[in-house]
T-cell receptor, first 115, second 114 residues
Framework: AQSVTQPDIHITVSEGASLELRCNYS??????LFWYVQSPGQGLQLLLK??????LVQGIKGFEAEFKRSQSSFNLRKPSVHWSDAAEYFC?????????????FGQGTTLQVKP | DTGVSQDPRHKITKRGQNVTFRCDPI?????LYWYRQTLGQGPEFLTY????????KSRLLSDRFSAERPKGSFSTLEIQRTEQGDSAMYLC????????????FGEGSRLTVL
């Protein structure tokens, strides 16, 4: 069965420091992978997605993620974190065949940014 | 604002009552999704529509839950005979169909069942 694991429930980084949020997935074929961000009182927003091709994908707000098939991972990175990045981050994999929009989400990682 | 809107934003009800949530997607989007999110968890897929056709329902969607999208525009999610376990955030999302991969989410409707 398809699944997504985000090992870190809560991460705290200092403003200006680099960030890496981990995501591991379980899927038989080439997955559709996504990272969404959820800020308090706001809807989930897509940061970036991977369907195929270049394994390093760029997203909005300076985020990037790298797809590593051998490790079944799709980790999210940002070189320098801003206080406004504090939010909850969800990794997701497209479920079923094709890209239907049916997603399986991880449990989420809450990012706290220290001044 | 032309994003996905959901109403009401918060509903408090007593166990056994029926509740209905409404979702208005982005106007040109033909796909509409319902997800449920409980505290400390990621969203879980419930169902989705392409235009007015409901194409898939999760096993999470018991017989007490029904979703409609009668004219392929707005959608409603009704929960009958609510239980305390139904307390959650109900999220609606829409998309432009295949291969965009991007769901646009509303802010959610929070249900509290007392």
């Amino acid at each position: 069965a398809q699944s997504v694991t985000q090992p870190d429930i809560h991460i705290t980084v200092s403003e200006g420091a680099s960030l890496e949020l981990r995501c591991n997935y379980s899927y038989g074929a080439t997955p559709y992978l996504f990272w969404y961000v959820q800020s308090p009182g706001q809807g989930l927003q897509l940061l970036l997605k991977y369907f195929s091709g270049d394994t390093l994908v760029q997203g909005i707000k300076g985020f990037e993620a790298e797809f590593k098939r051998s490790q079944s991972s799709f980790n999210l990175r940002k070189p320098s974190v801003h206080w406004s990045d504090a939010a909850e981050y969800f990794c997701a994999v497209g479920a079923g065949s094709g890209n239907t929009g049916k997603l399986i989400f991880g449990q989420g990682t809450t990012l706290q940014v220290k001044p | 604002d032309t994003g996905v809107s959901q109403d009401p934003r918060h509903k408090i009800t007593k166990r056994g009552q029926n509740v209905t949530f409404r979702c208005d997607p982005i106007s040109e989007h033909n796909r509409l999704y319902w997800y449920r999110q409980t505290l400390g968890q990621g969203p879980e897929f419930l169902t989705y529509f392409q235009n007015e056709a409901q194409l898939e329902k999760s096993r999470l969607l018991s017989d007490r839950f029904s979703a409609e999208r009668p004219k392929g525009s707005f959608s409603t999610l009704e929960i009958q005979r609510t239980e305390q376990g139904d307390s959650a955030m109900y999220l609606c999302a829409s998309s432009l169909g295949l291969n965009t991969g991007e769901l646009f989410f509303g802010e959610g409707s929070r249900l509290t069942v007392l």
